[in-house]
Nanobody
């Protein structure tokens, strides 16, 4: 699976962005998907994951209620709608794929996109 993340940019605190992750290669709909982020000088951290069907999701506490993950298997794309953005959300955001749903550990994801930078100004 090849993953291509896009949609990052500069936004003011309180604003919104929508990230996309387009997949190609093997059957996208058979993979669970996750979003992770990595701020400068920090380790990569889990943000959210979604099951292959989209029926199950799990959010990190830091983004719960502000971020929403969704997927469109017909378009081989997963989305991350980010609302009420805060300066501490500034990071490079990565999408990842794995055949098993529910992991919050980056090392357990098999495929990764290249990352897209989100910068939230105060």
């Amino acid at each position: 699976v090849q993953l291509q993340a896009s949609g990052g940019g500069l936004v003011q605190a309180g604003g919104s962005l929508r990230l996309s992750c387009a997949a190609s290669g093997r059957t996208f709909s058979s993979y669970a998907m996750g979003w992770f982020r990595q701020a400068p000088g920090k380790e990569r951290e889990f943000v959210v994951c979604i099951s292959w069907s989209g029926s199950s999701t799990y959010y990190a506490d830091s983004v719960k209620g502000r971020f929403t993950i969704s997927r469109d298997n017909a378009k081989n794309t997963v989305y991350l709608q980010m609302n009420s953005l805060k300066p501490e959300d500034t990071a490079v955001y990565y999408c990842a794929a794995d055949q098993v749903y529910g992991s919050t550990f980056a090392r357990e994801y098999e495929y990764w996109g290249q990352g897209t930078l989100v910068t939230v100004s105060s």
